[in-house]
Structures are given as C-alpha cells and as structure tokens.
C-alpha cells in the first residue's frame, strides 16, 4: 500500500476529527513535508481535505473520483474489482484498454475504469456520450470455459447485474430492453458492449463494458439522444455517489457470473425475463439489413428472441433494435 493511501487511511480513521501532522508524520516514518506534499495529491485527486497549522489535517469530504482506492474500499467481491483497477482520467474507450490488457495477459476480473471516454462506443458502431466525472465508463475482463456462440449470454448476465444494481440503490423502475439496454420510463440509461476473442472453437477472453449515465444533467445530453436518454440524476433530482453504484454492480456482476458457472444460464435467463417484460409485447426489430415486426413468443435458453411474424413465421434472432408497438 502506498504512503498517500496509508496516510488517507489515517485521516478517514479519524471520521470528521482533527489529526496532527506530527502524528502522522511518526505514524508513517515520514518528514511533514513529505505529509503536506502528500496532502496536496489527495487534494488534487478530489479529496477535500481541511489544514491548520495548530491542529493538522481533517477530511471533510471523500474524493468523488473513480479511484482505485475508493472502489476497493468496502467492495464486497473475491475476484471482480480484486485483482487490477486500471483507472484513466480520460481513455478513448474503456474496452479498448481491456482488450490490450487481456492480450497481455490480465486476468480475470482485471477491471478499467475511466471518469471520461473520446472515443465511447456503443453497439453498432455508435457512440457512447462519455462526459467527465457524469458516468460509469468500465469494463472487465473474464475468461469463462464456455464456447464463443455461448458469449451473447454474458451480455444479457451483464445487463441483469446493471438492473439489479441500479434497482438496489434507487427506488425506481429498472427494465431491460432486449437484448441489453437498461432503461427507466423507458428512456436508456445504461448499455453494455461485451467484445470476445476467440481461438480456435474457445473463448481466449471476453470483455464486458457498462456505460451507465449517472449523474448526467439533461442540459448536457447531445440533441440526438435528449429524447432517449435518461440519467439518475434526472430520474431523481439527486445527486448521486458513483462509487457505490460501481461496487453495487460489481458484486451483482460476479454473484450472476458465479450462478451462471455453477447452475447454468436458466437461472439468469429467468430473472432476466423478469426485468424484460418483453413476451407478448409486439415489436418491430432493425436487423440493420432488414425490419421485422410481429409478437415475442420468448426468449430462448440461449438468450435469442423468438418472433411470431403478422404471416406467421417464426424468427429466431440474436440481435436489433427493438421498438415497442402499442398494440
Ligand atoms: C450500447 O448500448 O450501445 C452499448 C454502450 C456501451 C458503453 C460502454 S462505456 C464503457 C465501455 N467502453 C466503451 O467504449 N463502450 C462501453
């Protein structure tokens, strides 16, 4: 652990109450300057941290910053978020790092973590608006023992996790829509990019990144997505902690993954259908070269839609965009 952790973990001991420079100075074998330098990253890492010359230091208020630290801090996880935090101020995009991580070798539930993207993607060669310090931009890196046309299920794993995080820490009415958008009155509010590299007939590793729109104000929403997208903030008029609903998701995230390992997909697939809410419903799905409309008849163990034609055909289809009809 480095000296400025040590010396944070210190002044958060000391929980609003004043801890003198010479304290921490014997504490840590260190000269005060060394402290007041130390002081003066914290700072500029978000940490706002009070001095004066008779009683030393207090931590009024934690850094709102994704930090390493901080997401470690009380992540009730064994591997997801344990193992390395990549932490970017800014990143062109957060799976981009993870795969040049995973290539190199990281492990799995090695995790990137950016405050802000350049280059956000989104499915479908989209964009993911990614301001600074508004958003969850993170992806992880897992190498699961399942055949690459198995992989679409850890999307949909994926986005249950976002459900249940976001339903956990907020009051408000989480739904999926298929396969993998996280919306609330139906407007989006997360999405998730999982990417794979295979070799051979195996997974070498997979990807999964989560953009969720956090603390977004609906001012800043590019016009594009200002009828679509949603923020908690603007959900719920408050502001909102990140870092909890980052450890929130992780802990989800390898909760799902473990059941999916140990008892199999149904399990997932079933409470996925109970966020989704989409059997029955009549849809229109842009297949990118074609549209097609009918009823949802399911949801199949693999996580494909299953689609009753008007002329009655039945369509077994893996990915789209769908639109609800009001029928
Ligand atoms: C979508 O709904 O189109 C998927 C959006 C996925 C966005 C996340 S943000 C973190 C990770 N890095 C990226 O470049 N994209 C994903």
């Known amino acids: 652990m480095s000296t400025k952790h040590q010396l944070l973990i210190h002044l958060k001991e000391g929980k609003g109450i004043w801890v003198s420079g010479e304290f921490l100075a014997r504490k840590m074998a260190i000269s005060r ?5 130390h002081i003066r990253t914290l700072r ?39 193992r390395g935090i990549h932490y970017f101020r800014q990143t ?16 799995e539930g090695t995790l990137v973590v950016a405050e802000e993207q350049t280059r956000g993607r989104g499915r479908r060669g989209r964009q993911w608006f990614s301001p600074p310090g508004e958003g969850i931009y993170t992806s992880i890196i ?8 198995e992989a679409p299920k850890l999307t949909l794993m994926a986005s249950v996790a976002v459900a249940e995080s976001l339903l956990a820490m907020t009051s408000l009415a989480i739904t999926i829509k298929w ?36 603390t977004t104000p609906r001012k800043s929403l590019p016009p594009d997505i200002e009828d679509t997208a949603t923020s908690v903030f603007m959900e719920t008029g408050n502001p909102f902690p990140r870092i909890a609903l980052l ?17 199999g997909f149904e399990p997932v697939m079933k409470r996925w259908k109970s966020l989704a809410g989409i059997i029955g419903r ?11 409309t009918g009823e949802v008849l399911d949801v199949d163990k693999d996580g494909f839609l299953i689609l009753r034609e008007q002329d009655g055909t039945i369509e077994r289809i893996i990915s789209g965009d769908v639109t609800l009809l009001h029928k």
């Open 247 to 263: 450890r929130a998701y992780l802990e989800w995230l390898e909760s799902y993954y473990e059941i999916f390992r140990t008892k």
């Open 179 to 214: 396969p993998n958008d996280v919306l609330i009155n139906g407007r989006k509010i997360a999405g998730i990019l999982t990417e794979i590299s295979t070799e051979m007939d195996r997974i070498d590793y997979v990807v999964i990144g989560v953009g969720i729109n956090v």
């Open 33 to 37: 300057t060394a402290v007041w330098k």
């Open 92 to 107: 062109d995009s957060t799976n981009n790092r993870a795969k040049l991580f995973a290539s190199e070798g990281a492990p």
């Open 44 to 82: 500029e890492e978000g940490y706002v941290i009070e001095s004066s010359q008779k009683k030393g230091y207090l931590l009024r208020q934690s850094s709102d910053l994704l930090l390493e630290n901080e997401i470690r801090e009380g992540l009730n996880t064994s591997v997801f978020g344990k």
């Open 282 to 292: 009549h849809i229109s799905v842009d297949l990118i070269d074609r549209v097609r």
């Open 142 to 149: 897992l190498r699961p023992s399942i055949s690459p046309d």
